[in-house]
């Protein structure tokens, strides 16, 4: 039997490297860490991990403005965590893809799925996605150019999940 490989320092830092990468906006090597997680997750026969791990691609894409590359990323992992009925991931891959969709101009489309992002948020007690969603929405109004509807929006975010939560 051969001994294993030694991991390359990419493998070793996965753990932490992501996030550390990330946050400190060292994108293209963000991207690197989670390319070879969601390799890692794919081939250790982890679906869903794989598909949360490209979300998480997907975000630094669209932060970097590759949207159409987020999209299909979003969108892919928005199939995967609907047929597992994960609805806290629902709501948080909804969000993502809408605010891309609406950076990319779809406004219509982009505000029915921040509004179900919202609404299943709600449904499973995810208070800050609730926030979030609610807080692209009302990005969403000022792209649209609807300033009014943009702070109404942002006032009832502004107050909290307790005062919008069902």
Same mark, same amino acid.
């Given at each position: 039997?051969?001994?294993?490989? =030694?991991?390359?320092?990419?493998?070793?830092?996965?753990?932490?490297?992501?996030?550390?990468?990330?946050?400190?906006?060292?994108?293209?090597?963000?991207?690197?860490?989670?390319?070879?997680?969601? #390799?890692?997750?794919? @081939?250790?026969?982890?679906?869903l991990g794989a598909a949360?791990?490209?979300?998480?691609?997907?975000?630094?894409?669209?932060?970097?403005?590759?949207?159409? #590359?987020?999209? =299909?990323?979003?969108?892919?992992?928005?199939?995967? %965590?609907?047929?597992?009925?994960?609805?806290?991931?629902?709501?948080?891959?909804?969000?993502?893809?809408? @605010?891309? %969709?609406? =950076?990319?101009?779809?406004?219509?489309?982009?505000?029915?799925?921040?509004?179900?992002?919202?609404?299943?948020?709600?449904? %499973?007690?995810?208070?800050?996605?609730?926030?979030?969603?609610?807080? @692209?929405?009302? #990005?969403l109004h000022v792209f649209?150019?609807?300033?009014? #509807?943009?702070?109404?929006?942002?006032?009832?975010?502004? @107050?909290?999940p307790r005062s919008i939560?069902?």
């Amino acid at each position: 039997m051969q001994p294993s490989p =030694r991991p390359k320092p990419l493998e070793t830092a996965k753990p932490w490297g992501m996030p550390t990468a990330y946050w400190l906006g060292n994108w293209d090597e963000a991207r690197q860490h989670y390319a070879l997680a969601n #390799e890692l997750d794919e @081939r250790t026969g982890d679906v869903l991990g794989a598909a949360l791990g490209r979300n998480n691609l997907a975000e630094i894409l669209s932060d970097q403005g590759h949207w159409e #590359e987020a999209e =299909r990323h979003f969108r892919d992992t928005d199939r995967i %965590v609907r047929a597992a009925s994960f609805l806290s991931a629902i709501a948080y891959v909804r969000s993502n893809l809408g @605010r891309v %969709v609406g =950076r990319l101009g779809r406004h219509d489309e982009a505000l029915e799925l921040l509004r179900e992002a919202r609404d299943r948020a709600a449904d %499973v007690g995810a208070g800050t996605q609730l926030i979030e969603a609610d807080a @692209r929405i009302a #990005e969403l109004h000022v792209f649209r150019a609807r300033p009014a #509807e943009a702070l109404a929006v942002a006032d009832t975010a502004r @107050r909290g999940p307790r005062s919008i939560m069902r």
